[in-house]
C-alpha cells in the first residue's frame, strides 16, 4: 500500500507500530507499519524523527515529489551492504557487459514503443501513418539486434543515436493522434511547455521512485550507469532502468487520460515560471491512475505479477548478470 500525502498543514507522525496522518494537528487516517510499501507525499507539511525511524526501519521509503514533476528527495534505509555487486557494477564499466545493459534497456524501451503504437493501430482506422512509424522502429531495433558487444563508452553514442532516433518517430505518432486542443507537439522534456507533456513528467517522477527503490534493494549504484553516462548529481542507472517502463507504464496512462477528456487542458492547468502546471484535480487524477497502473498485474515469465514485482526483478536481474553473467533481458511487451 502506498500512502498519498496531499495538501497541507499535514503531519505523517508515529503511534506505536502505526503511521498516522493528521491534518492541522487532528488524526486523519492510521496504516499499520507491515501494510506501507511507500510514503508519498506531493503537499506541503511535515515528518516527525519518530516515524522516519519506523520508515526506515521497515524499508518504507519516503519520497516527495514537487509541482513541476521532479521528485525533491527520497528518503530510505541505509544501503544494501553488498560490497560484492557494487564492485562488478564498476568493473563492468570496462569490460562488454556495460554494453550490453546499454543495448539491453534500449531494446526494450524500442520494443515497448513499438507495442504502443500496436495498441494504437489496432483501435484507430486512421492508422496508416502510425504503422508506418511502427515499421521505422521496426528498422531501428534490428541495427540495435546485430550490434557487437562492447564497453559502454565505445558504443554509447550509436546506441543513443538509435535512441533518440526512435524517440523522435514514437513521439511524432503520438501527436498524430492526441486532440490538436492540448497542444501537443513534441516531447519538450523536464520543463513542460503543454499540459500533455506536464502530465508525462509527473508521471516519469512518480515511476522514478519506484525504480530507485528497485535498484536499492538489489544493492547497486544508483549513479552508476551504463546507457546514460556518469554526471555529479545524475542518478544514471536510475534512469537506465526506468527507460524500460516509461511506454507501458506512464504513456499509456496518459492518453488515456488525454484521450477521453478525463481532465480538461484549461480548467486543470496554469502558466507559471515558462512552465505548464497541473492544478490539484488533474494531479491526484493521475497520481491515482500511476499508483493503480503500478499495482495491476500482468502476465510475465509464466507468472501473473504486478509491474512493481516486475521493476523489483529487474533490479535484481542486473545484479545477477553483474555478479554471476546469467543474462540479463529486458522487460518488454507485444501488443
Known sequence: MRIIVDGFGKTVAKRDNQIVIKENGKEEDYFRIDEISQVLITGKGSITFDALSLLAEHEVDCVSINWKGHVDYRLSAPERKNALVRKEQYFALMDSRSGHLARSFVMAKIENQKAVLGTLAKSREDNDFILRQRYKLSDLLQNLEIMEDKKSDEVRNNIMGIEGQSS????????????????????????????????????????ESEIWKSIYLAGLDPYCGFLHSER????????????????????????????????????????????????????????????????????????????????????????????????????????
Open 168 to 207: 523522435a518517430e514514437y513521439w511524432a505518432a503520438l501527436t498524430h493522434v492526441i486532440d490538436e486542443k492540448w497542444g501537443f507537439e513534441n516531447r519538450s522534456g523536464r520543463y513542460a511547455a503543454d499540459p500533455v507533456n506536464s502530465l508525462l513528467n509527473y508521471g516519469y517522477a512518480i515511476m
Open 232 to 335: 555529479y548529481g545524475r542518478a544514471s542507472l536510475v534512469f537506465d532502468l526506468i527507460e524500460e517502463f516509461r511506454q507501458q507504464i506512464v504513456d499509456k496512462t496518459v492518453l488515456s487520460i488525454v484521450n477521453k477528456n478525463s481532465i480538461n487542458p484549461v480548467d486543470d492547468f496554469e502558466f507559471r515560471d515558462n512552465m505548464v502546471m497541473i492544478n490539484d484535480k488533474a494531479r491526484r487524477l493521475l497520481i491515482s491512475k500511476i499508483l493503480d497502473k503500478i499495482t495491476s498485474k500482468i502476465q510475465f515469465n509464466g507468472s501473473n505479477m504486478s509491474y512493481s514485482d516486475i521493476i523489483q526483478y529487474q533490479g535484481r536481474q542486473i545484479a545477477n548478470y553483474l555478479t554471476t553473467g546469467e543474462e540479463y533481458v529486458g522487460f518488454s511487451l507485444r501488443w
